[in-house]
């Protein structure tokens, strides 16, 4: 098994409610808007040049409305600019594409990734995150599409898609992720933050089958990844993981998904790094679909340890966030 070494590299649903948003009030001082075309109909040409036009220290939200096309980029949004907004006009996410094809074996991990935040409060919406470094063509590597190191992160109507390791939530962050779409083929949700999926399409695109999640989750938390009311999708019929405990302690839960063929179904867990799945807290809770079933190596929550397994359970934390509403 393939160790990971994280490397901190410096390198539509716009008008759904509030409480489906999962909103957080900005501070009080005054918003700003920037504009992004690379056809230059804006004022900046790339999504890096807006960020770096934000004030450090900002103090308020600061929305960068992104013109439909495609911005072969690679995007570090720093820890000193809290509140930044990454919004595509386009009429859909896959009309604003923000890509790069970066490998780890030659960037590092986070030097891969084709956005970088580093800051808190950060939220993207209906635009797409891409990393199209293509791993059976040029040799297996770590190539993210996007990493959180920020703490409460929300994204809406995304796209987040790679081969391996595609989104990585990290440096214990929470993310809440709604009505998205995220693709790869190996470990392609992973990290040791806590993450709510909401109502997302989650994909495994390799023909042979590979890993979906594979979290790091700290033994002092009780909250890794739950992938809720959503559905995994991929072309082979029971080759697919669940996922697998890049730490000892890994917790990842599927609450009310619908698990297609492609998941394996007598076994959908299994070991990594020496770590192993018995010990990890994989957990299943009133799934659905060909892919889900139950048996000795598939731990159903009951109804009285699913209360929780919500939502609001995962990114509380101890400020009380409740972008799920």
Not at 17 to 33: D, N
Not at 80 to 101: C, F, H, M, R
């Amino acid at each position: 098994m393939r160790s990971r070494r994280i490397v901190l590299s410096m390198a539509a649903l716009v008008a759904a409610p509030v409480a489906v948003l999962g909103v957080t009030a900005a501070p009080s001082a005054a918003a700003i808007t920037l504009t992004v075309a690379s056809d230059g109909t804006a004022t900046y040409r790339t999504v890096q040049a807006a960020v770096n036009a934000v004030p450090s220290g900002n103090s308020s939200r600061a929305t960068i409305t992104i013109k439909a096309g495609t911005y072969r980029e690679s995007v570090v949004i720093p820890a000193d600019k809290p509140w930044i907004t990454l919004e595509g006009l386009g009429s859909t996410a896959a009309a604003t594409v923000i890509v790069n094809n970066k490998p780890a074996s030659t960037a590092g991990t986070t030097g891969s990734a084709t956005v970088y935040v580093q800051s808190k409060e950060f939220y993207a919406k209906n635009l797409t995150f891409s990393n199209d470094y293509d791993e059976a063509a040029n040799g297996s590597s770590q190539a993210l599409a996007l990493a959180l190191y920020g703490d409460r992160a929300r994204l809406g109507n995304v796209r987040v898609i790679a081969d391996q390791d595609t989104l990585l939530i990290y440096n214990k962050a929470r993310a809440y992720i709604w009505s998205s779409y995220i693709e790869g083929t190996v470990d392609f949700i992973y990290g040791n933050g806590a993450a709510v999926f909401y109502a997302c399409t989650i994909h495994e695109k390799r023909s042979t089958g590979g890993y979906i999640t594979a979290a790091n989750t700290e033994a002092s938390s009780p909250y890794g990844f739950l992938i809720y009311k959503s559905t995994i999708t991929g072309v082979p019929a029971d080759l697919t993981y669940l996922g697998r405990p890049w730490g000892a302690s890994a917790q990842v839960t599927y609450r009310e998904s619908n698990l297609s063929s492609t998941i394996r179904v007598a076994q959908p867990w299994t070991d990594m790094s020496g770590n192993s799945w018995k010990n990890a807290r994989f957990y299943e809770y009133k799934n659905t679909g060909a892919g889900a079933t139950t048996n000795s190596n598939r731990r159903q929550l009951t109804d009285a340890e699913a209360a929780n397994y919500t939502p609001q359970k995962y990114l509380a934390g101890s400020d009380g966030w409740n972008p799920a509403g």
